[in-house]
């Protein structure tokens, strides 16, 4: 058979997804008859299996679907799988905030701007995968320098950190002003 109709099927076999491709359906997009349809793809899944290629071909009656082998299930779940949902606390939020617009930067740097300890905000935003570790600081303990991740910008929907808005010296002081007596009045309240 003709080495265009094997590539036409390899390609429908990838658009139709979990799915899989009917050979009825392929059949009459090829326009050919069906029983030449099963065996190409039968030749096809024989083609992927005896050159031990990470997809396999499968024959579910007269629906062929293409696949991950099974040898790399963890792997392709693993790449699925998620990072973890949910809302961010006030601290992560914060802590965010000065990554981004500081970054690279270290943790001791985000807790002097805070003002409290950094290390839970961190751990969560760095389990949702929106800041990762960015390096090492040069010289005596080697602190660890934290950057947003490429998830950062889709969540945020931002192409790139340029399109980050910008904060003039003014503005940042008050929002550090505004932040200061948020935490004041809430150590106050508390104790």
Do not use: C
């Amino acid at each position: 058979m003709n080495r265009d109709v094997a590539l036409i099927l390899e390609t429908l076999l990838y658009v139709s997804g979990d799915e899989g491709l009917e050979v009825a359906h392929a059949s009459d997009v090829l326009g050919i008859d069906r029983a030449m349809v099963t065996h190409e793809l039968q030749k096809l899944a024989s083609e992927f299996e005896r050159e031990a290629r990470a997809l396999v071909i499968l024959q579910f009656g007269s629906r062929f679907q293409m696949t991950t082998r099974p040898a790399f299930s963890d792997y392709v779940q693993a790449y699925a799988s998620p990072p973890q949902r949910g809302k961010l606390s006030q601290a992560a939020l914060e802590t965010l905030a000065i990554v981004a617009y500081q970054q690279p930067v270290t943790r001791a740097t985000i807790e002097d701007i805070r003002g409290v300890n950094a290390d839970r905000a961190i751990a969560t935003l760095a389990g949702k995968g929106l800041i990762e570790e960015g390096g090492r600081l040069k010289g005596a303990g080697r602190a660890i320098l934290y950057e947003t991740t490429a998830r950062f910008l889709d969540v945020f929907h931002l192409s790139s950190l340029d399109d980050l808005p910008s904060i003039t010296e003014d503005e940042e002081a008050e929002q550090l002003d505004l932040f200061s007596s948020g935490y004041r009045e809430s150590w106050n309240e508390d104790g």
